[in-house]
């Protein structure tokens, strides 16, 4: 194994990286937006297959050459299928089948990467079958001469203590294939840490094209969330939200990657309010929510105000909190800098926001097939200082969830100190971070005359 398995290249990274831009793009989100189209699954299945085999065609080249990789192997078993094998399969090839064996060779010289699946049951023709059962030989020979024949100098494997990403060879399988190889290339195995991470957290232009239609489906939820049509202050409770925002995602025909939240701040409340709390007239209103759909995921917190009687908009100190938590941002997403490690991407961003007087807290994560997706964590909500998780560098075609808060104090409520948290999904191109479907500047109110 590689003693340094955060690399990625780093000296081609940090040599050509570039800075984002100090004043990064910015757009508002439309608060109650309609709905995109959702696809039947015969229309998903056809552009789940076409993202596939471009992503095929050229991530794993790139990340092989880039990392030095001749070969790379990825096994998995039905029902528990490396995470990155699970991007990998066909539509129409929901699980694994029985003990799934994919071989990425590179045989240099300019030549296209072989993709191979030492498998009884081929995947939708993205990899050659390489094994035919009914010839007598076994599955782990079959694979130990596939390797003899094209004599790799360095064979990868998903097998990380950093990363479940990157882990996804289970003990008893490494086990197998380990003792299936000869000892000259029992010796050549290594880590495949940098070829999983960059797999899953690399998006292509094909995928950006449709992203901002699921994270407009994710706002258009909350937009309907936070109405009249949900909320009935003094009758509905953070739950009847909740679960009406998992109904409402499921009745789209799309998943939920976490069971969403709703709290309440309340004036004169030290704690947030939730589960069969009523909400009120006065209240603000927080929702994390979380959708799949297409294979790509959102993540995504909003703040909205219970107008009382008489209010046409909420008090000016709510209203500059949220203000507060968009400077974080911007502090945040003009220190995304290609090459720069995600603990110093938040150690500068952090100076940025300290020196305009806020106080911030900031916890942003790769998003893209999984929620919490694969690349650095640019801080957690209880460490906001250097992590080991914090030490993988930011690359670019990467999408993020801008996941942080700004603490401030609300003159109308008493000086009560309230975190105004925020998460909105944004992509980083290399140069600048965009917000995939806008972020969000203004506060929903429930209870107005136009909603």
Do not use: C
């Amino acid at each position: 194994m590689r003693n340094l398995i955060y690399g990625l290249s780093a000296l081609a990274l940090l040599s050509g990286g570039t800075a984002a831009a100090d004043e990064p793009t910015q757009g508002e989100v439309s608060l109650s937006p309609a709905t995109p189209e959702i696809l039947s699954l015969r229309e998903r299945a056809k552009l789940h297959d076409e993202w596939l085999g471009e992503r095929l065609d050229t991530v794993v080249p790139e990340l092989m050459r880039e990392n030095g990789i001749d070969m790379w192997v990825l096994v998995a078993r039905e029902y528990l299928e490396d995470p990155v094998v699970d991007t990998m399969l066909n539509a129409t090839s929901l699980h694994a089948r029985r003990r799934t064996i994919l071989v990425f060779n590179d045989p240099g010289e300019g030549q296209d990467i072989e993709r191979l699946t030492v498998s009884r049951y081929g995947l939708g023709g993205f990899f050659e079958p390489a094994w035919v059962p009914e010839d007598g030989d076994d599955q782990w020979e079959r694979f130990a001469e596939i390797v003899a024949e094209r004599d790799p100098k360095n064979i990868a494997i998903n097998v990380s203590s950093v990363s479940a990403f990157a882990d996804g060879l289970t003990s008893s399988q490494y086990t197998d294939l380990y003792n299936a190889l000869d000892p000259v290339y029992q010796a050549r195995l290594v880590s495949g840490f940098d070829l999983a991470i960059g797999w899953l957290e690399t998006r292509i232009p094909a995928e950006m094209e449709y992203y901002d239609d699921i994270v407009r489906t994710a706002h258009s939820i909350i937009g309907e969330a936070f109405s009249n049509k949900v909320i009935t202050p003094g009758i509905t409770t953070t739950d009847d939200v909740v679960w009406w925002t998992r109904q409402k995602t499921a009745d789209l025909g799309i998943d939920s990657w976490f069971h969403n939240s709703v709290h309440i701040f309340r004036e004169g409340e030290d704690e947030e309010l939730m589960g069969d709390a009523i909400i009120q007239e006065g209240d603000l209103l927080w929702i994390d929510l979380g959708i799949v759909y297409m294979g790509l995921s959102t993540d995504t917190q909003h703040l909205a105000y219970v107008l009382k009687e008489g209010e046409t908009d909420a008090p000016e100190g709510l209203k500059a909190g949220l203000r507060a938590s968009n400077d974080v941002q911007d502090a945040l997403t003009s220190s995304f800098v290609t090459g720069l490690s995600g603990n110093e991407i938040l150690k500068n961003a952090r100076e940025k926001a300290i020196a305009q007087g806020l106080e911030p807290s900031i916890y942003t994560h790769p998003l893209g097939n999984h929620g919490h997706g694969a690349g650095p964590s640019i801080g957690f909500w209880d460490n906001q200082g250097p992590t080991e998780k914090g030490e993988y560098r930011l690359r670019p075609n990467t999408a993020w969830s801008i996941e942080l808060y700004a603490k401030t104090a609300v003159p109308e409520w008493g000086g009560q100190e309230i975190t105004f948290r925020t998460e909105e999904d944004a992509f980083f191109d290399g140069a600048t971070v965009r917000y995939i479907d806008g972020r969000q500047t203004r506060l929903h109110l429930i209870g107005s005359a136009t909603d």
